[in-house]
């Protein structure tokens, strides 16, 4: 009989936390907002992108940027999904504007998914090792990009505020697809090894 050959993860994701990340993304009926934030070099925060199904996408750009807006964006939502936003766009617009999530909102922070299967980097090298397409106008950009196009934008540059936008519209939509792969990720490689989980 052939040996089965285990994998060894470069980032191990405490089993607690992995567990409350697949109740969230298996609960299709929690109400959702997919958020990300562009910044300067500083780390304040440039733009903000908020997509949620029924409401669609929002915007918030500088000096716009205010808690008691994002607050009323998300009014309703229960759960916001971010790519290592618990590390960077959460922990950001705290320090910067003040704003922290609510209590009746959790934070569904798709980067540890992501090191559970194996899949590392940033959000683009995710994307590309996903096959998640980005629009040609923007593709290959980074965060330095963003930083730049902010910069270029403040010197007068309004055609860079515009590709600043789309940059950060598929940083935001692309959390969709993202959490649709991996939902189907999970069916695929968990299905049987979870007989607990009650929603699979």
């Not at 994002?70 to 009014?75: A, P, S, T, W």
Request: proline share 2%; glycine share 6%; aromatic share 8%.
């Amino acid at each position: 009989m052939e040996q089965r050959k285990v994998r060894k993860k470069r980032v191990c994701v405490p089993r607690h936390k992995v567990n409350q990340i697949i109740e969230l993304l298996m609960n299709e009926d929690l109400k959702r907002a997919y958020l990300d934030i562009e910044t300067d070099e500083s780390f304040n925060p440039t733009l903000v992108g908020i997509y949620i199904k029924e409401e669609g996408f929002r915007r918030l750009v500088r000096p716009n940027i205010k808690a008691e807006t994002i607050h009323r964006l998300l009014d309703g939502v229960e759960v916001v999904i971010t790519y290592n936003g618990e590390r960077f766009d959460l922990d950001i617009l705290e320090r910067f504007v003040g704003f922290r999530l609510s209590p009746s909102i959790q934070s569904l922070d798709l980067m540890y998914m992501c090191w559970e299967l194996d899949l590392y980097g940033g959000l683009k090298k995710v994307e590309k090792e996903l096959g998640i397409i980005r629009d040609s106008t923007i593709e290959g950009m980074n965060g330095l990009d963003a930083v730049n196009l902010w910069n270029e934008y403040e010197m007068g540059d309004k055609k860079a505020l515009s590709l600043l936008e789309l940059y950060n519209y598929y940083d935001v939509m692309n959390l969709v697809e993202l959490e649709n792969r991996l939902r189907r990720k999970i069916l695929e490689e968990y299905h049987n090894n979870m007989p607990d989980l009650g929603f699979l």
